[in-house]
């Protein structure tokens, strides 16, 4: 039977645009490994990891708190400065283009300049902590649009929340509550949906971040162009779509 799709599900995660979040996951990841690899354990999208590495230099020193303190400062400003900024443009009709435009230009900043400085000598020197707030720009606006801009509260920097929304979906439809969902036929088509995206999220940002380590290892920070190509494709792909609904 056809089961006629509910308001909720043609708005946030059950939108068009599914795919978003889907991409921007994969994205994350790869940039987050090759931060972590190249940048002395430095996380710029997952900002808790590299807030609990630079708690736990309280303890076990070793000469890289500086970098990470400024990796933090610079995440919390500058998301500030981005949320401030999108509130301000919201009502403009190219703006989901342009954020994944300039985040595609700022992470190709990062590319240029990691392979510019490299080798990185040391994790406080005026090199690497250039290279990293480059970086933590790119991914505090991919924090702030995903709320502000695609209206999807799917993290795509941190998976823990997409786990526990992933394992609810499963106990949803294999658990005891199962009966009670398959008799509303809409709360289990939306279960069901919500399970094959969440897997669909999950399943991307771990590709992408075995596809980062392993395209970092061969080819440093040139391979910070492949997340830049997949944003360059989204945002022309988003122009599109706003150019042609006024044509």
Same mark, same amino acid.
């Given at each position: 039977?056809?089961?006629?799709?509910?308001?909720?599900?043609?708005?946030?995660?059950?939108?068009?645009?599914?795919?978003?979040?889907?991409?921007?996951?994969?994205?994350?990841?790869?940039?987050?490994?090759?931060?972590?690899?190249?940048?002395?354990?430095?996380? *710029?999208?997952?900002? /808790? =990891?590299?807030?609990?590495?630079? $708690?736990?230099? #309280? !303890?076990?020193?070793? @000469?890289?708190?500086?970098?990470?303190?400024?990796?933090?400062?610079?995440?919390?400003?500058?998301?500030?400065?981005?949320?401030?900024?999108?509130?301000?443009?919201?009502?403009?009709?190219?703006?989901?283009?342009?954020?994944?435009?300039?985040?595609?230009?700022?992470?190709?900043?990062?590319?240029?300049?990691?392979?510019?400085?490299?080798?990185?000598?040391?994790?406080?020197?005026?090199?690497?902590?250039?290279?990293?707030?480059?970086?933590?720009?790119?991914?505090?606006?991919?924090?702030?649009?995903?709320?502000?801009?695609?209206?999807?509260?799917?993290? *795509?920097?941190?998976? /823990? =929340?997409?786990?526990?929304?992933? $394992?609810?979906? #499963? !106990?949803?439809?294999? @658990?005891?509550?199962?009966?009670?969902?398959?008799?509303?036929?809409?709360?289990?088509?939306?279960?069901?949906?919500?399970?094959?995206?969440?897997?669909?999220?999950?399943?991307?940002?771990?590709?992408?971040?075995?596809?980062?380590?392993?395209?970092?290892?061969?080819?440093?920070?040139?391979?910070?162009?492949?997340?830049?190509?997949?944003?360059?494709?989204?945002?022309?792909?988003?122009?599109?779509?706003?150019?042609?609904?006024?044509?």
């Amino acid at each position: 039977m056809m089961v006629e799709k509910s308001k909720s599900e043609k708005t946030g995660l059950y939108s068009k645009e599914h795919y978003i979040p889907i991409l921007l996951s994969f994205i994350a990841a790869f940039v987050d490994v090759i931060c972590y690899l190249a940048l002395f354990r430095t996380f *710029t999208a997952f900002i /808790t =990891g590299t807030l609990i590495i630079l $708690a736990s230099e #309280v !303890i076990h020193p070793d @000469g890289v708190w500086i970098m990470k303190a400024l990796v933090v400062l610079t995440f919390v400003v500058g998301l500030f400065l981005w949320l401030i900024l999108l509130q301000k443009l919201k009502d403009w009709k190219y703006i989901r283009a342009a954020v994944l435009a300039v985040e595609a230009v700022l992470l190709g900043a990062f590319m240029i300049s990691g392979m510019f400085f490299s080798p990185l000598l040391g994790a406080d020197t005026p090199e690497t902590i250039l290279v990293a707030l480059i970086a933590v720009f790119a991914m505090t606006l991919q924090n702030a649009v995903m709320a502000k801009v695609f209206h999807q509260h799917v993290p *795509t920097t941190v998976m /823990t =929340g997409n786990f526990a929304r992933f $394992a609810i979906s #499963v !106990i949803d439809i294999l @658990g005891p509550e199962r009966a009670s969902v398959d008799r509303d036929e809409d709360a289990a088509y939306k279960t069901r949906r919500q399970l094959r995206h969440y897997c669909y999220v999950l399943t991307a940002f771990s590709a992408g971040a075995l596809a980062g380590a392993v395209s970092y290892n061969v080819g440093g920070f040139l391979a910070l162009a492949c997340p830049i190509t997949i944003l360059i494709a989204l945002a022309i792909h988003q122009w599109r779509i706003r150019y042609d609904s006024n044509t």
